[in-house]
């Protein structure tokens, strides 16, 4: 079946556990004998972002890899450095957010679509990262609602005419899944709950990233602060989401 390397963990000597995400089966962990030896053909298909087409020997407890027929490499990522930074990081991304035996295709195609597009692409956006991350989390079932506040559902030209939108801030309410307006945002201030600042450029740069493909996405103008801000409000979704401790996979990038 179809699969992307996501990680490889060593085990023993010459073996290891490797970590796919595949399109019939969502991800999976195989083991796979010998592969650190000099000779193994595997062994070099098996980094993590190759696509590859694999064959299992399902076994008394752990499946085994049984054969790996490289579809692409990806070279051209593996050239640059940022590109191979990104795309190993979300390797490690979807490795986190996924569990063993959850089949969703989406995933699958997004992450391929991804990979083909950088790999193709002369030039290369991080908001490409950015965006892979929103979208990624779109399909695992946090699609934030950008069109209207997420406790009243007043719509912006509600709010412009209610006099909301002028020196009052709008805000991306986590827990509730979306935009909140200034006036619900007073109100949760009182409970403490985690509000960040959401302005409506945010809020249509995110629905950019949400709404058009990948070319548009690496082509979209923006201010290097807008960006910082977009990346900023990703990364916090992200945390709040999933619960665990991730990298901000943008500061590579000072090194
Ligand atoms: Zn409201």
Redesign the pocket.
Known sequence: MEAIVLARRNFKEFDQHITFYTKESGKVELFARGVKKIQSKNSAHLEPFSYVQIEIAEGKGVAHLTKVIPINFFAKIRQNFDKSMDAGFLCSFLDQMTEVEEVDSRIFELFLSWLKFVDKSDKFNNILTDAFIINLFSVLGFYPILDY?V??E?TYKEMAKDNLLNNKKLGFYFAGGGI??P??REEKKHIGEQIVDCGLREVSNLQALLKNDWRLIQDFSMEEVEQKKLHKLIYEFVLFHSEKKIEDWELHLNI
Do not use: G
Request: proline residues 0%; hydrophobic residues 40%.
């Open positions: 506040c406790i009243c007043k909140i307006c006036l619900c």
